[in-house]
């Protein structure tokens, strides 16, 4: 049996004002183009297909297309809700997405109550045990939250969501291939930094040891760089479809290739798709500028310039874009500079706004305050107080 397991789409993203879905929308076409190349099975599509709850319609044309024409493929498909969807929208339309062969679940479910989806293919029974994201208030009774510490409700948790992964087990069957589809994190996860920080982190770690070694392949969403996790069962991410952020900048994005039968472990391939607008982390120093400029002027995707400065400079976004319009992000890096201690104030007489500014811009800029920004702070500041007296 030959699977397709993909994650982590988020149609309808948008980075710095520019819609990444045209780039996703393309990424899925090489998917249903190497499905058919491949004689795929079923496609698994492990949480957050949208960026947020409610995506534009765009983004959903761009999904309910893709289906539709895995529909005419006749290949089935089997989704999960991950953090960024809504698990009450995946519910809602469950039965509409069925017309179309994808079996879609958006809250977690017992293995007797639609936590356990069975497919019939060409190639034999596939049994799929689907744990969407569980939110942590979900999962805790409303009692709970009044009388168990922060401690006792993390353990909670994870209780619990052990208790769901090895009661979905239990529909696994000897006949089938058996495979578990999660969008969670798992501890030793390496992350993008792209993912939403409170939902990869401390109560969202999960221990490897909870996921079911009866499983002959693990399908995990949630984290973005494409990546095997140690485990008794194989245990893979797939990664986002494109490169999300800056953080995966240079990346290779793409699907894992699944071959599997029953009662043996899988065999997985990472596939690349060609990223349509690659991000791109450029480096320079203020007198490389023009030349480094010059040498990104053509790149197809979108671009971050850090450039290195001693002071700041005025104009240099016009600059940077008057070369590179592509350039998304502009950001200045100044030397690092021994920062004042803070003063402790005794009363509020003491205060000085002035001396306060310069501190604060040292802080935050790295170098002391030139003298025309603190002529015009010490001008609006003077204004305020003629106003308040």
């Not at 501890?187 to 930094?193: D, I, L, S």
Request: aromatic share 8%.
């Amino acid at each position: 049996m030959r699977l397709i397991h993909t994650s982590d789409w988020h149609l309808g993203r948008k980075l710095k004002g520019e819609d990444r879905t045209p780039e996703i929308a393309a990424a899925l076409d090489e998917i249903l183009k190497q499905a058919q190349n491949l004689n795929i099975d079923a496609v698994l599509v492990a949480g957050d297909i949208y960026d947020v709850p409610n995506p534009p319609a765009e983004a959903e044309q761009v999904a309910y297309n893709f289906f539709c024409k895995l529909k005419e493929a006749k290949i089935p498909a089997i989704i999960i809700a991950g953090n960024h969807d809504s698990a009450s929208r995946f519910d809602g339309i469950a039965q509409i997405l069925l017309y179309l062969g994808v079996k879609a679940l958006g809250r977690p479910q017992k293995a007797n109550k639609g936590g356990v989806i069975n497919l019939d293919t060409p190639s034999g029974k596939l049994c799929v045990a689907a744990m969407p994201f569980a939110s942590e208030r979900r999962l805790l009774k409303y009692e709970d939250l009044w009388t168990k510490d922060d401690l006792q409700q993390r353990n909670h948790y994870k209780v619990s969501v052990q208790k769901f992964l090895a009661g979905l087990a239990t529909g696994f069957k000897d006949d089938s291939v058996n495979i578990l589809m999660a969008h969670m994190t798992i501890e030793g996860a390496k992350r993008a930094y792209s993912e939403v920080d409170y939902y990869t982190r401390d109560n969202y770690i999960l221990s490897g040891q909870m996921l079911p070694t009866t499983a002959q392949y693990i399908a995990l969403g949630h984290i973005h760089k494409p990546q095997q996790v140690p485990n008794a069962a194989p245990t893979y991410y797939s990664g986002s479809l494109i490169q999300v952020d800056f953080g995966e900048a240079g990346e290779d994005k793409g699907f894992n290739l699944v071959e599997v039968e029953p009662g043996r472990p899988a065999k997985v391939e990472f596939k690349s798709i060609p990223c349509q607008k690659p991000l791109k982390v450029i480096r320079c120093k203020e007198a490389d500028l023009e030349e480094t400029l010059e040498e990104n002027r053509e790149h197809p995707g979108f671009l971050k310039v850090v450039v290195e400065l001693n002071t700041p400079k005025i104009g240099l976004a016009e600059m940077v874009r008057k070369v590179c319009k592509q350039a998304l992000i502009i950001e200045p890096k100044y030397p690092k500079v021994e920062q004042e201690k803070r003063v402790e104030f005794q009363d509020g007489s003491q205060f000085d706004a002035v001396e306060e500014f310069q501190r604060y811009y040292l802080q935050r800029q790295g170098i002391t305050t030139p003298a025309a920004v603190l002529a015009v702070f010490e001008q609006l500041h003077q204004e305020m107080s003629d106003a308040i007296a």
